[in-house]
């Protein structure tokens, strides 16, 4: 058996497999957000691993089953992840601290969270969760149209990089690369 870790475009196979064992390659392929070519490579290759089997029900349709080792391999790849993401949370919320801690003790006690999704929400709950006397906390979807990700403000009436925290750099830089929460 290959003892070398699944790709995540494996993953993203077994997972829609193991979601629904009755999708067509074309389905899975779709759900998986592949090519159908490269989930048929995919699927041959899990097969030839051992992670797959395919059992053909007529002429043109099969049925795939996630093998005991695919579904190891599957839980060993989620466990990685999870275990990957809550250290980038961690260290992520350990960095809007220490920034918010320092505004703070400058007198700023306005903070302003420009951006949305899981990054803006860790800032949120960073900030709320520190329960520092007087603070307020806003949130706003874009900053002029132009900024996406999560940036936490601590200067309303001036943004430069002393009063700015990327999030969304800080967590690119922490989780290792491209940001995937």
Known sequence: MNNAEISTKEYRVIDAISRNPK?????????AGLSLGLTNILINRLAKKGYLKAKKLKARRIRYMI???????KTKK???????????VSSLRGTIENYALVRYKEGIKIFIII??????????????????????????QKFNGSRQGAVLNAAPEKIDGNNVLDIWSKAGKIYGGAYEF
Do not use: V
């Not at 093998?67 to 391999?73: N, S």
């Not at 989620?78 to 990957?84: A, E, P």
């Open 78 to 88: 989620t466990y990685r992840f999870m275990k990957k993401s809550l250290k980038a």
């Open 23 to 31: 999708l067509s390659q074309r389905d899975i392929s779709r759900d």
């Open 115 to 140: 951006g949305h999704g899981e990054l803006s929400d860790i800032a949120e709950l960073t900030l709320r969760a520190m329960h520092l006397e007087g603070i307020s906390i806003e949130k706003k």
């Open 67 to 73: 093998t005991p080792e695919g579904l190891k391999e």
